[in-house]
Each structure stands twice: as C-alpha cells, then as structure tokens.
C-alpha cells in the first residue's frame, strides 16, 4: 500500500474553497485514490474516489495530475458542518491491508 | 436500511476479563474490518476479512482474536484485555476486494476502557 503524506490540520473560513493536497510517491500502475471524512466519535464516510484526471460528486471534487503522485480533495464553499478529519487512502482495489494514516483535520471558521 | 452496527456502543472492563465486541453487517458484504482508533496515531487495522472463515492480521493484532463463522458477523475477541487496549474501536465492511462500490461502510464505534 502506498504511502501518504498530508497536512496535520488546516483552518479555513466559511464559505471558502478549501484544498486538501495528498502525497503518494510510490503510487502503483493498479492504485486508486481514495479520500473519507470522519467526524468525532463517528467512524469514516466515504467522499470521493478517482484514479486519474478530475471526478466530481455532489459533495467534492478529486484533482489527480498524470504523474498520479499527489491529489488534492476540493471541498467547494464548506460550512461548519465541514469540520472534521479528511483521510487519504491510495491502493489497489483489493484493498485487503489498509492504513489510514492520521489524516487532515479541517476546521472551519466562522 | 444499509448499516455496519456494532455493540456495545461503550464499555468499561477490567484487566484480564475476557470480552467479545460484536460487529453485524446486513448489505451481503464479503470483506469486513476492525480498526482501532488513538489520539495521534489515526485509525489502525486489527484484523481483516476477505469472506467467511478467510481472516487475516492487519497492523496491530497483537492482543485480539476474531472470527468469521458466517458472512455477516465478524466479532472481536480480547481474550485478556489491558489497559493499552483502551481505544475506540470501528467495524466497517465492503461488498468485495475488487469493487469500488462507494468505498467502505463504517460502524458506529465502541469506545471501549479497560481499567
């Protein structure tokens, strides 16, 4: 599984754009990009999921450039309801062994 | 409705006394998980499933057991809980290795405390 760096925390305020960058160096040729929210107590949700160029969904948008070795989750004008923790998975879709890292915990601001 | 539930939701024990969480899932899901959760340390696998009576180690297992009698339960055993084992622990489940499918389905938590 491929190893992932992001940010520890970010703030932004409501209303904003806000771009959470991941690093996969040594993403694999069969290896999805995966991102999840997680809010206290509560286990991870499932936001978005690519493998390559742009995928959006109703709630975020998932930018992956061709060398695949980072992606950036877009969340599009949050609200406080968007604070949490943003976690980046990159594997294959075997997905037998998964680590999810500590994640990027986002606050919004009033 | 779809849904991971886990039982109990809480639970304080002591050292050494024995204690099964209960995981159940109802979406015919192959593939189930247990991860714990610490402050600092993110969300870490225990053990997996890749289908019944299929089970393997994740990153830390020392100290647990599980078992996978039948597609939907995947139970986690501590045989002799200790103190280091406090942690909030999450079942989640997925319809196949090879399917996207909207990615995992997570349980509620058990936050567990072992004094």
């Known amino acids: ?110 | 409705e779809a849904q991971v539930t886990q039982n109990p939701r809480y639970l304080i024990t002591v050292t050494g006394k024995k204690l099964t969480v209960t995981c159940s899932q109802n979406m015919n899901h192959e593939y189930m998980s247990w991860y714990r959760q610490d402050p600092g340390l993110g969300l870490r696998q225990i053990y997996y499933s890749m289908n019944v009576e299929v089970t393997d180690k994740g990153d830390v297992p020392e100290g647990y057991k599980v078992s996978r009698k039948e597609k939907r339960n995947f139970p986690l055993i501590l045989e002799s809980p200790s103190p280091n084992q406090t942690s909030l622990y999450f079942c989640a489940s997925k319809l196949r290795p090879g399917e996207s499918n909207y990615g995992y389905t997570f349980g509620s938590g058990t936050r567990l405390t072992v004094v």
């Open chain 1, 1 to 110: 599984l491929a190893k992932t760096t992001q940010p520890i925390s970010m703030d932004s305020y409501e209303g904003q754009e806000v771009n959470i960058t991941c690093s996969h160096n040594n993403i694999a040729t069969n290896d999805y990009i995966t991102w999840y929210q997680q809010f206290p107590s509560q286990g991870p949700r499932f936001i978005i999921q690519g493998y390559k160029t742009k995928v959006t969904n109703e709630v975020a948008s998932l930018f992956i450039p061709a060398d695949r070795k980072s992606s950036t989750l877009s969340l599009p004008r949050v609200s406080l309801s968007d604070t949490a923790v943003y976690y980046c998975l990159v594997g294959d879709m075997g997905y037998q062994k998964v680590t999810f890292g500590t994640g990027t915990k986002l606050q919004v601001i009033p």
